[in-house]
T-cell receptor
Framework: ETGVTQSPTHLIKTRGQQVTLRCSSQ?????VSWYQQALGQGPQFIFQ???????GRGNFPPRFSGLQFPNYSSELNVNALELDDSALYLCASRGLAQETQYFGPGTRLLVL | SQQGEEDPQALSIQEGENATMNCSYK?????LQWYRQNSGRGLVHLIL?????REKHSGRLRVTLDTSKKSSSLLITASRAADTASYFC????????????FGKGTRLSVIA
């Protein structure tokens, strides 16, 4: 167990809807990153938050947004869902000076 | 986009045999990490090797890094059925704001 939790574990939405995924970081970790993993692919970096500010972003459109809270928990929001948004969404936390990221179990999102 | 490419895409071996997976990448890196994923769940960190290191061991795992060839290998010795999983290499690039760039993974099946 990494100490990183995510909710919900599974989610089904329809095209055009909005979704919020949640992540609780490992204690003491102030940096959280979100990744999207399509079936049969490796994880792709969405964005990273440090002390409630986004400080890195991958090649994802603005309808992917996030928040980090003072307790370092985090949310990923996706608006106007598309079928291709169906994937496993992973969050990972670490201390700023740490090289290793600790991943949660993921949320599997299915868009119909 | 994904920087790393694992080879082979799939590997099937008998219990007790050694498993070797290779990873190639494109840009300069701070370090390279190997992760394991069971059945589309969260990623488990296995081992990290820094750009100034050439070889590292952890239990039954041996990782090598050749920065001149931009390649790494992961060797799992005396494999067990419980080693069945997908294995990903991930690079920490020296430039840009992406914390980790993953390959597409190698699917390892260990047959008892």
């Amino acid at each position: 167990e990494t100490g990183v939790t995510q909710s919900p574990t599974h989610l089904i939405k329809t095209r055009g809807q909005q979704v919020t995924l949640r992540c609780s970081s490992q204690s003491g970790h102030n940096t959280v990153s979100w990744y999207q993993q399509a079936l049969g692919q490796g994880p792709q970096f969405i964005f990273q938050y440090y002390r409630e500010e986004e400080n890195g972003r991958g090649n994802f459109p603005p309808r992917f947004s996030g928040l980090q809270f003072p307790n370092y928990s985090s949310e990923l929001n996706v608006n106007a869902l598309e079928l291709d948004d169906s994937a496993l969404y992973l969050c990972a936390s670490r201390g700023l000076a740490q090289e290793t990221q600790y991943f949660g179990p993921g949320t599997r999102l299915l868009v119909l | 986009s994904q920087q790393g490419e694992e080879d082979p895409q799939a590997l099937s071996i008998q219990e007790g045999e050694n498993a070797t997976m290779n990873c190639s990448y494109k840009t300069s890196i701070n370090n390279l990490q190997w992760y394991r994923q069971n059945s589309g769940r969260g990623l488990v960190h296995l081992i990290l090797i820094r750009s100034n290191e050439r070889e590292k061991h952890s239990g039954r795992l041996r990782v090598t890094l050749d920065t001149s060839k931009k390649s790494s290998s992961l060797l799992i010795t005396a494999s067990r059925a419980a080693d069945t999983a997908s294995y990903f290499c991930a690079t920490d690039p020296t430039s840009g704001n992406t914390p980790l760039v993953f390959g597409k993974g190698t699917r390892l099946s260990v047959i008892a």
